[in-house]
């Protein structure tokens, strides 16, 4: 069964840093593109960022350019979401989605920025 | 960046009724439109990819057309599963990758 699952989310202050994992299984990881994809509470989708299966292509919204970084590691089949100098606005449940078919979608993290 | 427009915001529907779901995107994005579906406290669901294909497991009930700028899924007799908000999708220009802004189809 395809599975991918969110942790590291939680309540951060404005300015702070959260690190968000996504563990994939069921499927040959290293063969698939990734993303992250957010959605502020009571909002739509908003893609946050993507990562090719060799990580030799990475793009951001620019809502996060220079404030979030992606990366993965084949060895746990896991891709990384890092968030510094967070903000309020981001706000929201992020999920990781495999391909930009985004064909399947982890339950998602709740990060909540607040002081 | 493509920017993609769903009408209506809100659809109130009874089941059995057929639903159809507009999203207009801001330039041609060829047929590389995706639909999804998601219900409340739930990720959302991959419903028809590349504009009129089903992803795996989805009913027949689902379907899409469209291509160029207009797009619609149509529910064609609607279960009490299917109230959810559903989202259009775009990977033909990118970055970013889009989405309309949702419409939510609500029991009547």
């Known amino acids: 069964e395809v599975q991918l699952v969110e942790s590291g989310g939680g309540l951060v202050q404005p300015g702070g840093s959260l690190r968000l994992s996504c563990a994939a299984s069921g499927f040959t990881f290293s063969s698939y593109s990734m993303n992250w994809v957010r959605q502020a509470p009571g909002k739509g989708l908003e893609w946050v960022s993507y990562?090719?299966?060799?990580?030799?292509?990475?793009y951001y919204a620019d809502s996060v350019k220079g404030r979030f970084t992606i990366s993965r590691d084949k060895a746990t089949n896991t891709v990384y979401l890092q968030m510094n100098s967070l903000r309020a606005e981001d706000t929201a449940v992020y999920y990781c989605?495999?391909?930009?078919?985004?064909?399947?979608w982890g339950q998602g993290t709740l990060v909540t920025v607040s002081s | 960046e493509i920017v993609l427009t769903q009408s209506p915001a809100t659809l109130s529907l009874s089941p059995g009724e057929r639903a159809t779901l507009s999203c207009r995107a801001s330039q041609s994005i060829s047929n590389s439109l995706a639909w999804f579906q998601q219900k409340p406290g739930q990720a959302p669901r991959l419903l028809i990819y590349?504009?009129?294909n089903r992803a795996t497991g989805i009913p027949a009930r689902f379907s899409g057309s469209g291509s160029g700028t207009d797009f619609t899924l149509t529910i064609s007799s609607l279960e009490p599963e299917d109230f959810a908000v559903y989202y259009c999708?775009?990977?033909?220009?990118?970055?970013?990758?889009?989405f309309g802004g949702g419409t939510k189809v609500e029991i009547k």
């Open positions: 990562i090719s299966s060799t990580s030799s292509a990475i």
């Open positions: 999708q775009q990977r033909s220009s990118w970055p970013p990758l889009t």
């Open positions: 989605a495999r391909q930009i078919y985004f064909d399947c």
């Open positions: 590349d504009a009129s």
